[in-house]
Structure formats: C-alpha cells, structure tokens
C-alpha cells in the first residue's frame, strides 16, 4: 500500500538549474497539492490540483510550475532554481470534498546553492 | 479566510506529565480540523480529526482534542507524554472551496507548527 510517493527523496541544485519533483498517489485520489515547508512557518500551499485537468495557484506559487499528468501524478517543477526554494517538499492527496483528510508522502529536502 | 494559530512554537514536558499543545482557527464557515504529527526526516502523518459528530476527538497514540466553538479552538493534549512522542505537531483547518471551474477542493491551512520535547 504505498499510498503518495514522490522522487526523489534529496537533490542539491546550483542556481538557475531546473528540476522537476514527481509525485504518484495510488488512492483514486481527485485533488493532489504541493507544500514546501520552511521552519517557523507550517506548510505552505504552492499549487493544487483540485481534479484531474484542473492546476490552480496556492500561497506561493512564484518560481514553480505544475503539471497534472493523469489522475495519479502530479508534479512539480522549478524553473531556474534560487536559493530561496531551498526548503522541503511535500505533496499531498485527498478525495477532494467532505471532512476527509489529506495523505503525504515522506517529502523532497532541496537545497539550492 | 481561515487561519489556525499555534501557540508555542516549542514546548517541553517530563515523560508522565500531560500534553497540552494549543491551537487557534478563523474560519467564515463551520471548519473541518485536523492534527498531524511529523516524526524527524519523514512525512506529516494525522493523528486525528473533528468531524462534526463530537466535540471531544479521540486520535492514535493516545491523544485527543476538544473542539470548542465559543472559544474557536481545538487544543491538543495526552494525559501521560512518553518519550516517543517528541515530535512535530501541526494544526490543519479545511475548508471546502471550488475552483474557477466549479470543482470542489479542501483547502488545507496548516499552524506553524509545535515540536514538542519529552524529558526522562
């Protein structure tokens, strides 16, 4: 039961490479979402999808794109990384309504030098 | 728009003694509510949830929350703190949204989060 996996686990970037974080969830999960999480400041919400099709922004999307590829994944990408993406990343999946809650996966920790 | 509150960024217990990690929301509508718990290097994992049907929450781990609407909180605590409870606890408000094509979301709005420290 892998529930959300996301690739890769740790990557170090120098500033201006591109990436792109994958995620999969296998839940038949509609909406899937991406957070970066800095200390002192909870989880962010960067983009969500909330059905497959749809790609809206959250609270700081500047800097990063989104692709919902299929119903399953969802990924993530940056552009020409700064150093100020350095955080860690978490993608998320839930049903989509009611009091559901949502699922993670174990993270990406991405440092940009 | 909703907001949750953690107060105390840290906080410090002796293993045996009772857990009390407070949260705060805003929300315009009635809310969902969640905790999560985040052990070191791995995902966030919940711990419970408040759905409507009771006030007093039972998770895993032995924890619990009280949902109070007057006082619009929903404070976590554990009677007894056991040292494999040291942890990251994060507060969540949900809200049901639709996006610019109709279709329903949950919002989720995470605290800042509490790392909380159990001393033998």
Redesign the interface.
């Given at each position: 039961n892998a529930g959300?996996t996301q690739t890769p686990k740790f990557q170090v970037l120098k500033t201006g490479q591109s990436m792109t974080l994958q995620c999969a969830q296998d839940m038949n999960h509609?909406?899937m979402?991406w957070?970066r999480q800095d200390p002192?400041?909870?989880?962010?919400?960067i983009y969500?999808s909330?059905?497959e099709g749809?790609t809206?922004k959250g609270e700081v999307p500047n800097g990063y794109n989104v692709s919902r590829l299929n119903k399953r994944e969802f990924s993530l990408r940056l552009e020409s990384a700064a150093p100020s993406q350095t955080s860690v990343y978490?993608c998320?999946s839930?049903p989509?309504?009611?009091?559901?809650?949502?699922?993670?996966?174990?993270?990406t920790r991405l440092t940009v030098v | 728009a909703q907001s949750v509150t953690q107060l105390g960024s840290h906080v410090s217990v002796s293993e045996g003694a009772l857990v009390l990690l407070r949260c705060n929301y805003s929300s315009s509508v009635p809310p969902y509510l969640f905790w999560y718990v985040q052990y070191p290097n791995q995902g966030l994992q919940l711990l419970l949830k408040y759905t409507s049907a009771a006030t007093l929450v039972k998770g895993i781990n032995g924890f619990e929350a009280e949902f109070k609407k007057s006082e619009t909180s929903f404070h976590l605590t554990k009677p007894s703190a056991h040292m494999s409870d040291a942890a990251e606890y994060f507060c969540a408000v949900r809200v049901t949204r639709a996006n610019a094509g109709g279709t329903s979301y949950g919002k989720l709005t995470f605290g800042q989060g509490t790392i909380l420290t159990v001393h033998p």
């Open positions: 959300v509609n909406s979402y957070y002192g400041m909870g989880l962010r919400l969500y909330a059905s749809t809206d978490f998320a839930s989509g309504q009611g009091n559901t809650e949502a699922f993670f996966g174990q993270g | -």
